[in-house]
């Protein structure tokens, strides 16, 4: 297939552009679902783990899509990088979804999320597959294998602190207790800092524009997301730990 090269620019620096605003409008209030939900007797609501399912469907079928449509090989370098995108997506669809505890999810932003998953999924599976070219020589350049380094350590950061989120809670129950355990005894958004160093090292190994402005969107969403949540933590735990950060050890 043809590559899309204008429309890829184009959606990229959407992303950037949507990240930077998403800072600037949500500095007051953060996106409208757990914690920082703001009720109102108009707002449906779906179960967190129908939102969670659905919304993020689409970023994990559509690049397989692409996949089969477009009938040809490809070398293993992209097979890689298609797999990497992909895996974070599955785990977020059946193990994250399936597991969750969080409170009902507003029905508007699952919308808005999952419009955000179609756009992106096509945006990654197309450049990817009909853009980029991952040839042998890319496969063993530092970059791609740090970058897949940091990615999974990113995941596994990542999986680790929802896990230890959702033990806090018994099945029913939505209350919020501290956090302990893992990189949250050091920040308060331990989830978050895990995505975060995900997409980053996502876009080190594919050094692409695409992915880059995933990492840069995703720090925009949820890292005002992590110190939110911290200042949360913070005026409603008296005994809520003083060295710990917001979203980076030691630092913020
Ligand atoms: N790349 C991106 O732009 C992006 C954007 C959004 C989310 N994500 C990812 O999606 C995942 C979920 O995000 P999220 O914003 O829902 O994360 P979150 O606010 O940290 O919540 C994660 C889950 O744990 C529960 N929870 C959180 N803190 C708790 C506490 N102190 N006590 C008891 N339960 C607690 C939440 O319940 P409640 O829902 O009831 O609060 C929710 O079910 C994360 O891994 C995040 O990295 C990525």
Not at 101 to 127: E, I, K, Q, S, T
Request: proline share 5%; aromatic share 18%.
């Amino acid at each position: 297939m043809y590559c899309f090269g204008d429309l890829v620019n184009y959606l990229s620096l959407g992303f950037i552009v949507l990240g930077l605003l998403h800072v600037v409008f949500h500095r007051k209030a953060q996106a409208s679902y757990g914690r920082h939900m703001r009720f109102s007797p108009t707002v449906r609501t779906v179960p967190a783990k129908v939102a969670w399912f659905l919304q993020e469907m689409p970023a994990f079928l559509i690049p397989l899509l692409l996949l089969l449509i477009s009938g040809k090989p490809f070398s293993m370098g992209t097979y890689l990088l298609l797999g990497t995108f992909c895996i974070h997506y599955f785990q977020r669809i059946f193990v994250f979804s399936l597991l969750t505890r969080g409170r009902p999810f507003p029905l508007h932003v699952m919308l808005a999320a999952g419009l955000f998953c179609c756009v992106n999924a096509f945006l990654h599976g197309h450049y990817l597959l009909h853009c980029a070219h991952f040839d042998d020589e890319w496969s063993a350049d530092y970059r791609f294998k740090t970058g897949l380094l940091l990615f999974y350590v990113g995941m596994a950061i990542n999986i680790h602190s929802d896990y230890i989120l959702r033990n806090l809670r018994k099945p029913g129950e939505i209350i919020y207790k501290i956090p302990t355990g893992g990189l949250f005894e050091y920040v308060s958004g331990a989830n978050y800092l895990g995505e975060i160093v995900e997409w980053c090292g996502y876009a080190m190994a594919t050094w692409s524009f695409p992915a880059m402005s995933l990492a840069v969107f995703s720090l925009c969403f949820i890292g005002p997301r992590a110190y939110y949540h911290h200042r949360f933590y913070q005026e409603k735990f008296k005994e809520y730990p003083k060295s710990r950060k917001a979203l980076i050890p030691f630092i913020f």
